[in-house]
């Protein structure tokens, strides 16, 4: 469950690349460690942020998975869906299940992230 | 599950009240037309017999230490005598008025005079104060406390709290009310403080460390002398989290290991009932140092008279509108009295005892991850006993077994924690029926899962939906619009 | 062996064998030797029940103060406490269990959770309350740091009415949280007369009714705060007939339970109830306890909302509390439930008559009269030129006050405040008059 066009944090958050804007999620194993996800967190649409800062919280009943900024960014579209169904999450994590855009401000720290097989290395070195 | 709420008819009552002189509707005239109540609060109406009908009912669904083992880590759970509950509903304590004057209350300043000073004594520290109501009460007095220390020293540069892991989720909740910004520490393999991490983590921005002794593996942290003189060198201080103390009564003392600020929580130690989740007290002993900033009004005994102190003016004001709870602390007096040293000390060799025992009763079915002796409490594993099995199907499987399930997924270090403290009031037939309750859980974890994942059986209700009381919030009745 | 411990010799043989340790001493190894060296006992012998009971039971005697005919209040009154409270309470399935944590094991614990949350919910005019807090005081505290972390605001604006031991507690968590506390006045009919509302202020505090007695009027307040909330502190038996502060848009409601059936006793345990609108659910703090089902379908009830808690969220919690006032709660609950709509309106407006006669009467007394003209409920404030004096005449009847100097943090010198409540017969109202007739 590790798609290879996404690229990849070792905080879990997966980032869709879209031109200047990236697409950002919790993995598949994510939210499987969270178990039901009951209450999605969103930052408002404009909000400015640094890569590595808290951005948004996903919730279960007994944990609360900060949710942090990939890259740094502004914020441009949040998910309206996960706020009325957070359940989303856990269903579909990298399709209808995905948290906020960013249009990046600094394209660079791409490069920094994960692909696919180095994030599926990364999850079986914490096993 | 139905609520007073179904019961009663209208115009159904539970209580004969005197008659008034006025009629009502002449009284409610006499308020302010804006101030009058429009609709009046919806409560139940109902007879006595059906007043007590439904809370006998509700009560046979709950779970009380005088119902049956209930191994709670770190909340001690030990039997609360029942003289303590008699003395507490005496009128010259419960009828008193703490805004009298001092002379009109020497018996129950007595009381709190006499608990400070055997708990300044059993904590070998020189300085207490009895307001805090509950023990997250008194860690916020004790952060309160090196806020103000600091402060005093002109050390305001001082924002760190370092924390251990394993530190219970009050303690970082309590530093950050009073504006310190919270660093963990890990633990070493031991399950204890990382003398190497700690040295790392100290400079001249630490404040002070939150330390609970034994911690919350259950183990005493063995390099504790070198911990706080680490601390001190680096003019910081020690808080050290009394929520274990049990472990150590008697024959140890914070104050001689280098604690600063104590908490104690006398629902815990000091036997006094948790009345489903409080009220509890929380006590703080500190060290000479931190006496000049206790919260004001002190308890002092001057000749033969007890007076209320005023005279701090480095105090951090108060942390309770009168002197704390007053009835817990009559009972933890009448508790210490009834025991003397010696049945102090036979407190902790009970519950260290029967930890230990425990422990060796179960350790080949259930992982220790943290494999050492224990104090009043240990930490096991409920992870790989069996195909998809949690430890939430364990101890839910417990109940069945007419058991009060041990705490959970705590410490947050150990997965599928299962933190269990049996105290030194269970007899060693009971220890025993628990540790085979819990061998048989773990054969029928591998023989038959799904009784677990389905469990509880036999309890009045079962497995709930936690998620949808999330999704779905109901937190009060909805009543029909009126 | 202490009776509460069952380990015989023989069980503490066969414990030590089965754990392989030689002796209890043993067990103790891995306390530090140095620690333990230093350790010195009290010196305290053990005692048997009646000696407990002895010692205790003269110090219950030596409080000159129970025994006195109270009119007494400063934020704790003297209702009557229905037995079939404390018998309710006596439950030890009740009393004995904590923290409903087990849901399954906790279904006692948490329907009457739920329905004390329904019924502080109705008496507040508000939409969600937690399960308990410490008291009215430290309810109020937590209140305000709520409304600093929803606003950003840092200062809060508090009636120099507020009950003065309210106001130490609230203004020792104001500095641990760096907040500001700013006063506002009263006018002479003892009402709080708000002037402009400064930017950045978190909260406004309304007493209701304050510490003078006098019931204010909070029509127009919430408009005039815009997003920095209106806090009120409201004693719950007063709002069995005046209106609730959830009707004039207050965002969060907070208050002395010991009146809804607990005893004074000298302070503590108490009960803080807290009540908000569903808008601020995720800042609350505090347990709830929430309706769900089980695995068959069947009603139940669990905590919920806890990532809020400090077990869960640590230092990013709503607040650090854990162990509350559950079993007052649970008091308050069986009082309510006994009492009902028309029990609690008769236990209020029995106080509101009293209370009014009484000061008639005192007011015909030359020298005499009501220190404030706004509407009171149950308590006042005496003026009159040596109150001292007059506290002392009473005394010697043996009627209780409060001391005079409980009001001079609120600027009142030539007073002392008097509470009634439906306890107090026609025989110490009389008492009362002729002491302070008298010379």
């Known amino acids: 469950m590790i798609p290879k066009d996404l690229r990849y944090t070792e905080d879990h958050e997966w980032v869709r690349l879209e031109g200047d804007r990236a697409v950002v999620g919790i993995t598949h194993h994510a939210q499987g460690q969270l178990g039901d996800i009951v209450f999605v967190e969103l930052p408002p649409v404009g909000k400015r942020v640094r890569r590595g800062e808290k951005v948004a919280a996903v919730e279960s009943v007994k944990a609360v998975g900060e949710v942090n900024a990939p890259l740094s960014g502004e914020v441009v579209a949040v998910n309206p869906a996960v706020e009325g169904s957070p359940d989303l999450v856990n269903k579909d994590p990298y399709g209808q299940g995905w948290l906020f855009a960013l249009r990046m401000a600094a394209p660079g720290e791409v490069d920094g992230l994960l692909d696919a097989a180095g994030y599926e290395a990364f999850l079986k070195g914490t096993r | 599950m139905s609520t007073i709420y179904d019961r009663g008819a209208p115009g159904r009552r539970a209580v004969a009240l005197p008659a008034l002189q006025n009629s009502e509707e002449e009284l409610l005239l006499e308020l302010p037309p804006a101030l009058r109540r429009r609709n009046p609060p919806r409560l139940p109406e109902v007879s006595q017999p059906e007043l007590v009908r439904h809370y006998t009912e509700l009560s046979r669904m709950n779970y009380g230490v005088d119902t049956g083992f209930y191994p709670l880590g770190s909340c001690t759970m030990k039997y609360n005598p029942k003289l303590h509950e008699d003395l507490a509903r005496l009128p010259g304590f419960s009828g008193l008025h703490p805004l009298l004057p001092p002379e009109e209350c020497q018996g129950a300043l007595a009381v709190l005079w006499e608990l400070g000073e055997l708990l300044q004594g059993i904590t070998g520290m020189p300085g207490v104060t009895l307001q805090p109501a509950a023990g997250a009460h008194g860690e916020l007095t004790g952060m309160l406390l090196l806020k103000r220390w600091l402060e005093d020293r002109g050390e305001t540069g001082r924002t760190k709290v370092l924390l251990p892991d394993s530190a219970h ?37 630490v404040a002070g460390i939150m330390l609970t002794v034994p911690n919350t593996l259950g183990i005493f942290e063995e390099d504790i002398l070198e911990i706080t003189e680490l601390v001190h060198g680096a003019g910081g201080l020690c808080y050290f989290d009394g929520a274990n103390f049990n472990a150590y009564l008697g024959r140890a003392r914070p104050g001689d290991m280098g604690a600063d600020i104590f908490h104690i929580n006398l629902h815990k130690t000091f036997s006094t009932p948790h009345g489903g989740g409080g009220p509890g007290a929380g006590p703080v002993t500190v060290s000479e140092a931190l006496v000049p900033y206790l919260p004001v009004p002190g308890i002092v005994r001057r000749g033969d008279r007890f007076e209320l102190d005023w005279d701090r003016p480095k105090s951090v004001g108060r942390v309770h509108p009168y002197h704390g709870n007053f009835l817990v602390a009559v009972r933890a007096l009448a508790y210490i009295l009834t025991l003397g040293d010696e049945g102090m000390r036979e407190v902790s060799a009970g519950a260290v005892l029967a930890a230990n025992y425990l422990k060796a009763l179960l350790q080949d079915v259930y992982r220790v991850p943290y494999d050492r002796l224990v104090k009043h409490e240990f930490v096991l594993s409920g992870a790989g006993l069996g195909e998809g099995i949690r430890t939430l199907d364990v101890v839910k499987r417990l109940m069945d077994y007419g058991f009060h399930p041990p705490t959970i997924y705590f410490p947050l270090i150990v997965p599928e924690a299962l933190m269990i403290e049996p105290t030194e009031t269970e007899p060693k037939e009971v220890l025993d029926a628990f540790a085979e309750a819990l061998r048989a859980i773990a054969r029928e974890a591998r023989e038959d899962p799904q009784l677990l994942k389905e469990a509880p059986h036999g309890t009045p209700v079962r497995r709930l939906d936690e998620a949808r009381a999330v999704r779905e919030p109901r937190l009060r009745i909805q009543f029909e619009k009126s | 062996m202490n009776p509460y411990v069952p380990h015989t010799p023989d069980d503490v ?427």
């Open chain 3, 13 to 439: 043989r066969g414990m030590l064998e089965k754990i392989g340790i030689s002796d209890v001493e043993g067990l103790f190894s891995d306390i530090p030797p140095e620690v333990r060296a230093r350790h010195r006992p009290l010196g305290l012998p053990a005692r048997d029940e009646l000696a407990v009971s002895r010692h205790l039971g003269s110090r219950a005697a030596e409080s000159t103060g129970a025994r006195l005919v109270p009119f007494l209040g400063g934020g704790l009154y003297d209702h009557y406490i229905p037995p079939v409270v404390g018998h309710v309470l006596s439950r030890s399935e009740f009393f004995t269990a904590y923290t409903p944590y087990q849901a399954e094991l906790s279904q006692g614990t948490l329907t009457w959770m739920f329905e004390y949350q329904t019924m502080v919910c109705e008496l507040t005019g508000m939409e969600v309350a937690n399960a308990s807090m410490y008291d009215g005081a430290t309810a109020l505290a937590e209140a305000v740091l709520m409304a600093a972390r929803a606003t950003g605001g840092r200062t809060v604006l508090v009636p120099r009415s507020l009950l003065p031991h309210v106001r130490e507690v609230l203004a020792t968590y104001a500095w641990g949280a760096g907040l500001t506390l700013t006063d506002v006045p009263y006018g002479p009919d003892g009402r709080m007369a708000l002037g402009a509302v400064p930017e950045g202020t978190c909260a406004l505090v309304v007493a209701q009714p304050n510490a003078l007695g006098i019931l204010e009027d909070l029509s127009g307040l919430k408009e005039r705060l815009g997003k920095a909330f209106l806090i009120a502190y409201a004693n719950p038996i007063v709002l069995a007939v005046v209106e609730p502060p959830g009707s004039f848009g207050a965002d969060v409601v907070v208050g002395e339970g010991q009146v809804l059936g607990n005893p004074i006793a000298f302070g503590g345990p108490l009960l803080g109830f807290f009540a908000t609108r569903m808008e601020h659910l995720r800042r609350m703090p505090g347990r709830v306890s929430g309706e769900t089902r089980d695995a068959h379908g069947k009603v139940g009830y669990v905590m919920t909302f806890q990532t809020r808690e400090q077990h869960i969220r640590r230092e990013g919690a709503t607040s650090n509390i854990c162990t509350n006032s559950a079993l007052c709660a649970l008091a308050a609950t069986v009082y309510l439930a006994a009492l009902g709509p028309g029990g609690l309106r008769r236990v209020a407006l029995l106080a509101y008559e009293r209370a009014h006669v009484l000061a008639e009467r005192i007011g015909r007394i030359p020298g005499y009269g009501l220190a404030f003209s706004g509407p009171f409920f149950h308590e006042f404030v005496v003026r009159c030129s040596n109150p001292a004096g007059a506290v002392e005449k009473l005394r010697r009847a043996g009627i209780a006050v409060l001391p005079p100097e409980f009001l001079a943090p609120l600027g009142v010198r030539q007073g002392f405040p008097v509470a009634v409540t439906e306890k107090r017969t026609d025989e110490e109202l009389d008492l009362f008059v002729s002491a302070l007739e008298g010379r």
């Open chain 2, 169 to 205: 989720g009050t303690n970082p909740a309590s530093a950050a009310m009073v504006g310190f910004t919270v660093v963990s520490l890990p633990s070493d393999r031991r399950g204890m403080v990382d003398l190497e991490a700690l040295k790392r983590a100290l400079g001249p921005d």
